[in-house]
């Protein structure tokens, strides 16, 4: 059904994304893993449709997400600048010379969604690295 690779181990992932911890990568591991049916997104941030269908998280290793298939989509780096090309596109339609109006608005619109995004997941990440480096003990 379109599934992806599988995740690195996490000694190797954490070479990559040293702002994820072991707890955070497990749980994500066993979001994406893990079969059934969860309707209730409000017990663990968690919803499954379809057997894995469709499944959203507020808190990955990508930050919130939606998997369709198995392929994901991040929020702050993939929802968010298409939003913002859609919304730059349709106010772009709407001016004297709509074919123009409407590309041109559509790439500010992605333009302005991609800086958002990066600057939200950037922070994210930025937190989630002093968390980790605070819940390492001193030697």
Do not use: C
């Amino acid at each position: 059904m379109g599934k992806t690779g599988n995740l690195l181990p996490y000694d190797e992932f954490v070479k990559v994304r040293p702002d994820v911890s072991p707890e955070e990568y497990g749980a994500y591991q066993g979001f994406k893993y893990r079969r059934g049916e969860d309707w209730n997104p409000f017990d663990d941030g968690q919803t499954s449709i379809g057997a894995g269908l469709i499944r959203t998280t507020d808190e990955g290793i990508h930050g919130p997400e939606l998997q369709f298939m198995g392929r994901s989509l991040p929020v702050t780096t993939g929802i968010i600048p298409y939003l913002g090309a859609l919304a730059g596109g349709v106010a772009g339609v709407r001016t004297k010379r709509p074919i123009i109006g409407g590309v041109g608005g559509g790439m500010a619109g992605l333009a302005a969604g991609q800086i958002v995004g990066q600057l939200l997941e950037g922070e994210r990440r930025r937190r989630n690295a002093i968390e980790n480096e605070s819940n390492i003990p001193e030697y």
